[in-house]
Structure formats: C-alpha cells, structure tokens
C-alpha cells in the first residue's frame, strides 16, 4: 500500500491536534490520555488473542467454546472490554484461509488484538482485501496462500468483529500454551499473515 508512512505521519499529526484541542478545552487532561495509551499498550492487545488463541491449540473444549461463542470463551479468560462485546473467530484448516477486513471503517476486536494497525484502515487495504484477496496478501504481507486453499473474507462490523484461529505450526507437539502463544501475531490473527513457525 503506498504511501503508508505518508498517511501515518499525517494521522499522527492529525491525532495530535485533536488532544491538544481537547486538552486546551477541558475535555480531557493529559493524565488520562496517558492512562488510555497505557491500556492500550499493556493490558490489551494482540498479546491477549493469542493467549486465546493457545488454548485453543492445546484444548479441544475451549476450542469448540470458542468457535460457537468467542465473546463468552474470552471472556472466560478475563477479555472482555469495549469493542469486544461481539467477537467471533474462524479457524484456519489445511483447505480454508481466512482473512478480517472492515469494509465500511475499522472494526476491531480491541480486547485481544488492541488497535488496529494503519493498514487496516487504508481504503486500499479494505476494497482489495475483498476483490483480490491472494493477490494482496502476497503483495502486500508477503503472504503466498496456495491456489488449492479457499480464501475467505469475513466482514466486521459494529454488530460483529472476526479474529482468526491461525493453523498451529508443524513441530510444536507437547509445547505449553505460554510457548505457543510466542509463535501467534497480530496478523496471524488478522488472517494477513500464518504463524510463526517453531524454533
């Protein structure tokens, strides 16, 4: 997607104005700006989806609580939060690939993946995602998905945010959920990119 560090360097600025406004009105103060970075940076985020998504790996149960009520089966584990209130996951398989989109802003699963990165945003992201699928991904994320395997796309909305269960890497038979959540990233869970494989 180019110009992706041009349309950042102005969101920023833009972001930047806007708390300055807001600050210098009264709306909010610099403390609680502070407090909603650090939420966003520490105690959500996608650190948290793949916890989630580790269990999944490692329990059947949970996985199958998972898959029928996502919102439930994370809130199970403590994830529950604004944005959060209506999570579903699909599940990667050796004949499907699944990948999130916002068509129509940037809905997001903030509990268990924090905010959403710039190009999620980005109308090139969302209108190509749906058109073009393969062909963004091995472009964009360098991300070769191959022609056997279905590619589907799940639109989120405000009634609904998508996450993906990524498919576990080869060679971690026996590994613990903490050494499985490592190998999970944001876009393994956006469906942008696989997990990492092990070590």
């Known amino acids: ?22 600050i210098d009105q009264g ?3 610099t403390s609680m700006v502070d407090r909603m970075a650090e939420i966003f940076e520490n105690e959500v985020g996608p650190q948290l ?6 269990k999944a790996w490692t329990d059947p149960d949970y996985k ?10 994370c809130k199970d584990l ?13 599940e990667n398989t050796d004949d499907v690939h699944n990948t999130i989109v916002c068509t ?9 993946l924090g905010l959403p990165p710039n190009w999620y945003k980005e109308p090139q ?11 963004l991904l091995k472009d964009e994320f360098d991300f070769e998905v191959s022609p056997e395997k279905e590619i589907r796309v799940w ?12 498919q576990r890497p080869a060679g971690t038979d026996g590994w613990n959920e903490e050494q499985l959540a490592d190998l999970v990233t944001r876009n393994s869970m956006v469906g942008v990119g696989p997990a990492k494989a092990a070590q």
């Open 1 to 22: 997607m180019s110009g992706v560090i041009k349309s950042q360097e102005e969101i920023a600025a833009r972001v930047k104005a806007l708390e300055s406004m807001l």
């Open 27 to 29: 709306v909010m103060t």
């Open 49 to 54: 989806g793949a916890k989630v998504v580790a």
């Open 64 to 73: 199958a609580k998972l898959l029928k009520d996502g919102t439930a089966a």
């Open 78 to 90: 403590g994830y529950t939060g604004l944005q959060g209130e209506d999570m579903k996951f699909v």
């Open 104 to 112: 129509l802003c940037s809905c997001y699963p903030w509990p268990v």
């Open 125 to 135: 992201y969302r209108s190509r995602v749906v058109r073009d699928p393969r062909g």
């Open 155 to 166: 639109d989120s909305s405000s009634e609904m945010r998508f996450i993906v269960i990524p």
